[in-house]
């Protein structure tokens, strides 16, 4: 039997006295892409940077089969788990490249000689910042630097790949681009647990849906049966585009 990348079971999580998450359990799998939507101050945020380590939290996480509860931001980017923030959070005044060689703080601390070759991946999947390479960051359009904050993950050889909307404020071209990436991220063998404004995209992507709302997970199952479900499409989906919200 596979054993879950990533195992979550009962955790709360919120800021101060107010809690925001009350005990959710989900599950992402070696090598796929699971997705969390929900409206607007369900938790999906909170979820991520929990996980992270960027905000206290009770309950069990699992990485690989080891407890990681109390283990550190940086431990946990050791272990191999990458967050993109909604905001992206660049260096604006540093090049493209630049930015791309932080990322590899990771594989770097751990001794890869080679760890420098990631530029030529990540120059693969994203030509664009190819490019830009010598561009500041700072200059770049939203989609762009979006590709930035992702391909600046990927430099770290993360196991966990986690996107936190990254679809939010990308005009609708960019945002199939960014989702295309998604899915030949799948191909290279990085898990991913997607948060995502845009749940019929999202849903498209995914092997498995979580629904969170008020902080619980209301309905999950395969992502292709959340896509179909009448409850999932009258508040998530509607008739055309997608009305869920970050």
Known sequence: ?????????????????????????????????????????????????????????????????????????????????????????????????????????????????QWRDGLDQVYSLFPRLKERERQMAGTLSGGERQMLAVARALMGQPKLLMLDEPSLGLAPRVVKEIFNIIERLRESGVSILLVEQNARAALAVADHAYVLETGDISLQGPAGELAKDPRVIETYLGSGKSKAAA
Not at 9 to 29: C, Q, R
Not at 50 to 69: P, R, T, V, Y
Not at 72 to 83: D, K, N, P, Q
């Open 1 to 113: 039997m596979t054993v879950p990348i990533l195992k979550v079971t009962n955790m709360h999580a919120g800021f101060g006295k107010a809690e925001v998450l009350h005990g959710i359990s989900l599950e992402v799998m070696p090598g796929g892409v699971i997705t969390v939507i929900g409206p607007n101050g369900a938790g999906k945020s909170t979820t991520l940077n929990a996980l992270m380590g960027l905000l206290k939290a009770s309950g069990g996480i699992e990485f690989n089969g080891q407890a990681i509860d109390d283990t550190t931001l940086e431990e946990r980017v050791m272990l191999g788990i990458a967050l993109v923030p909604e905001r992206r959070e660049l260096f604006t005044t540093m090049s493209v490249a630049d930015n791309l060689l932080l990322g590899g703080y990771r594989p770097m601390k751990l001794g890869d000689r």
